[in-house]
Nanobody, 116 residues
Framework: QVQLVESGGGLVQPGGSVRLSCAAS????????IGWFRQAPGKEREAVSC????????YFADSVQGRFTISKDNSKNTVYLQMNSLKAEDTAAYYC?????????WGQGTQVTVSS
C-alpha cells in the first residue's frame, strides 16, 4: 500500500524559508518521478516542481524558479521541497505525488501560509 506523508508546513513571514518533506512507504521513491503540487483557496491545483528517477533531473514552475529546490534522500525514502524567498502568493496547501503502476497517489497535504 502506497502512502505519502507531507510535513513541514506552517506560518512563515514573507522572505522566509521552509522545507517540506514527503515521506513514502510502499514505494521506493528513487524508482519514480515525484512531484510537488499546490492548491490555493479557489484555485486549481498546480504543479510546482518534480524530480525524476535515476538521473534526478528537476523541473520548476516559472513562479518558483530560482527560489525553490527539490531533492531526495534515498536512505529515508523522502523527497524535500526547499522553499526560499517566500511570497504571499506561495500560500497554499502543498501535496506530493507519485504515479505508481499507472495510478496516482497523493499525500494529505501540508499548509504553507506566508504572511506577516
Amino acid at each position: 500500500q502506497v502512502q505519502l506523508v507531507e510535513s513541514g508546513g506552517g506560518l512563515v513571514q514573507p522572505g522566509g524559508s521552509v522545507r517540506l518533506s514527503c515521506a513514502a512507504s510502499g514505494v521506493t521513491l528513487d524508482d519514480y518521478a515525484i512531484g510537488w503540487f499546490r492548491q490555493a483557496p479557489g484555485k486549481e491545483r498546480e504543479a510546482v516542481s518534480c524530480i525524476s528517477s535515476r538521473d534526478g533531473a528537476t523541473y520548476f514552475a516559472d513562479s518558483v524558479q530560482g527560489r525553490f529546490t527539490i531533492s531526495k534522500d534515498n536512505s529515508k525514502n523522502t523527497v524535500y521541497l526547499q522553499m526560499n524567498s517566500l511570497k504571499a502568493e506561495d500560500t497554499a496547501a502543498y501535496y506530493c505525488n507519485v504515479r505508481y503502476r499507472g495510478s496516482p497517489y497523493w499525500g494529505q497535504g501540508t499548509q504553507v501560509t506566508v504572511s506577516s
